[in-house]
Every structure is written in C-alpha cells, then in structure tokens.
C-alpha cells in the first residue's frame, strides 16, 4: 500500500478557460482513519461540467488551496467502524484524491449486478445516467412518440439522454455535437436519427434542416444560442429542461440568448430547471429501469476513460473542450485490464 496520497487543489480563479496552472496536486501522508471513519483508496473518478462552475467564487464552490471533491469509487483499506468493512467498494464524493476519509453517512454501497461494470456508476447508472433519466422522466414527462432535441449530444448526460430517450420510445431524435465524427457516432452507435455539428452555422437554420416538422421537447446542456432555436422549433405545449449553461462558464460576458418570449405563452411552453441532488430518491428506479438493459446489451455506457490519477486534471480540461465522447472517467492504474 502506498505510504502517501496526492490531492488536486485548486490554486486560483480562473477567468475563462481555466488551464492546468489554476491547480495543484499535493503531496502528504496517507491519511489514518479517525474512530468511526474509515479510509478509502481511490479506483475511479468522475470529472464533471458542473465542476468548471464550482471553480468560480460561488456559494458551495471549490475553496482555494483545499482538496477539491468530486464523485469517486474506491476500495475500503482501514476501517475504525463496524459499519465498514475493509475490501467494501464504495461510493462517495471526496474525489479529487488517491485517499479519502470517510465515515458510513457519506458513502453509498453499490449494488453488484451481473455483467455491469463498476464504471456505469460513474455513468449511465451514477449522477450522469440519473440527470438524463430525471430529466426525461420528471421534467420532460416524456410520452412515447414525442421528438426531442439534446444539446451537447455527444457529452455524458447527452449520450445517456439519447439512449435512455430510444429505450423509452421517443420519436425523432435529433442532437448537437462539436464534429462531424462525433455527430456520426451518435447516429450510428446511440440512436440518434440526426445530428448536426454545431460550428456549421446559424443553429435555427440547423436545427431546421434536422427537425423541419419542429420537437416535442428540448433537452439543454449549453443554453445560448442553440436554447433560442429550440424555443422557436417547439410545438404548442412543448417542455425544455435545462440541465446545464456549459456555454457560459469560460465566457463570462457571454451575452443571454434572445428569443421572442411570446413563444412561451402562445404555445404554452414550460421551461424548468433542476438539481439532480433534489432526486436521489429515484436512483433505484433508475437501477430496475437500466440495468436490465445493460444486461442485455440494448444499453451500451458511453464512456471515455482516462488511464491515472495524474492526468485528472488534463481529463477535466478535454471534458470541458469537447474531447471526450460521453461520460468521462479517470481510472487508476491497478484497474487497467490487462493485455494478456
């Protein structure tokens, strides 16, 4: 067992794109578990959007020069409670760290399925996998044979919201993605009927090509631009759920979006946003709805991982810059499959 644990600290505030001088990792002593806690080596780490705009000086952001937490799943090494046994994979959000401390309210056990790997935690099964499936089930009240619209596609809530869409029976499904390969993969591997790249122009003009007949529903990872086209291509009665800004957070004076509000009244369109924290209560709804699937192979996890808790960092930086394809994950080394 290693003798020291690393952690990423946040260094400064960035203004725009942060880069790798805004962190730190440091150096220390493996951490010794307290009475009633016990200590956890890290396996596999989850870097998120949400992190970029917890970097900000916002309330419940990121301190300076503190370990930064982020969701993780680890190996129980040491306990000093009976509610934990070492050799237990867990759960928790002290990521951002080879070690964590934890004590039992903090951690989650992961229910162990057949032919379900430990990284669907992270993603279709995990945080990811439960905004998706939220968004579609509580928010949009999705209802078979409505056409949706996902921004941001090829992302990890955005592949996961386009399989779970096709296995709930959605109609036309049609996204945006950063390339044209990325575009591809979504029509090919997750079932989208069309997707463009965002880059090619005007995204009315886009989303009109791929949705002449207009969309049910809007599902708004980016906001901007592409939130004022949906708003014009929804049917009366229409619903966007928006789960993230992600255009915003390295452009600071990005200006809002514009659309002709009378949109919303004439064809009574409901606009709702959401915090997944609020619907922890649904994970195991979500467990009996994609496991099954995963099983069968109908639900693949779309997963970019990143091989050592070195690179967390720059896994973070190509998340926020488009480089990944789904969900993105850092594993550590020991966990590499190996070649033989």
């Known amino acids: 067992m290693n003798e020291t644990a690393l952690t990423v600290h946040q260094t400064a505030r960035p203004h725009g ?12 002593p493996l951490p ?3 009475v009633g806690s016990a200590l956890v080596e890290n396996l596999y780490w989850s870097v998120d959007p949400y992190h970029r705009e917890m970097m900000d000086d916002v309330p419940g952001g990121f301190a300076l020069d503190a370990p930064l937490e982020g969701r993780a799943i ?5 306990s000093r409670t009976p509610r934990l046994t ?24 992961l229910p162990r399925f057949d032919r ?6 992270l993603s279709v099964l995990g945080g990811t996998g439960l905004t998706a499936y939220v968004g579609l089930t509580r928010i949009a009240r ?10 941001a596609a090829a992302g990890g809530v955005g592949t996961a919201t386009g399989r779970f869409a096709r296995l709930l029976g959605a109609g036309r499904l049609v996204g945006s993605a950063g390339s044209a390969a990325k575009a591809g993969h979504l029509v090919r591997e997750v079932g989208y009927d069309a997707v463009f790249d965002y880059h090619d122009g005007p995204a009315a003009d886009l989303l009109g090509k791929a949705a002449p007949d207009g969309i049910d529903v809007f599902v708004d990872n980016v906001g901007g631009e592409q939130l004022a086209a949906a708003v014009g291509a929804l049917r009366e009665f229409g619903r966007v759920v928006r789960i993230g800004t992600i255009t915003q957070y390295n ?3 990005t200006t809002f979006p514009r659309f002709d509000y009378a949109d919303i009244v004439e064809k009574s369109i409901r606009m709702e946003g959401f915090l997944v924290s609020h619907y922890r209560d649904v994970q195991e709804e979500l467990y009996e709805f994609a496991v099954p699937h995963l099983q069968s192979g109908r639900l693949a996890p779309d997963e970019t991982v990143v091989d050592g808790f070195g690179h967390i960092v ?9 480089e990944n394809t789904g969900k993105i994950i850092v594993r550590d080394r020991t966990q590499v499959p190996s070649a033989g």
Do not use: C, K
Request: proline residues 7%; glycine residues 12%.
């Open 17 to 28: 794109f942060p880069t790798v001088g805004h962190f730190a990792f440091v150096e220390s």
């Open 32 to 34: 010794e578990p307290a």
């Open 74 to 78: 680890g190996r129980v090494i040491a």
């Open 86 to 109: 070492e050799g237990e994979i867990v759960f928790h959000r002290q990521g951002w760290r080879t070690h964590s401390v934890v004590v039992p309210g903090e951690i989650r056990r």
């Open 116 to 121: 379900v790997p430990l990284t669907a935690y």
């Open 142 to 151: 999705l209802r078979e044979g409505e056409d949706l619209f996902v921004s």
């Open 251 to 253: 452009t600071p004076d």
């Open 314 to 322: 720059d896994a973070f930086l190509g998340m926020l810059r488009g």
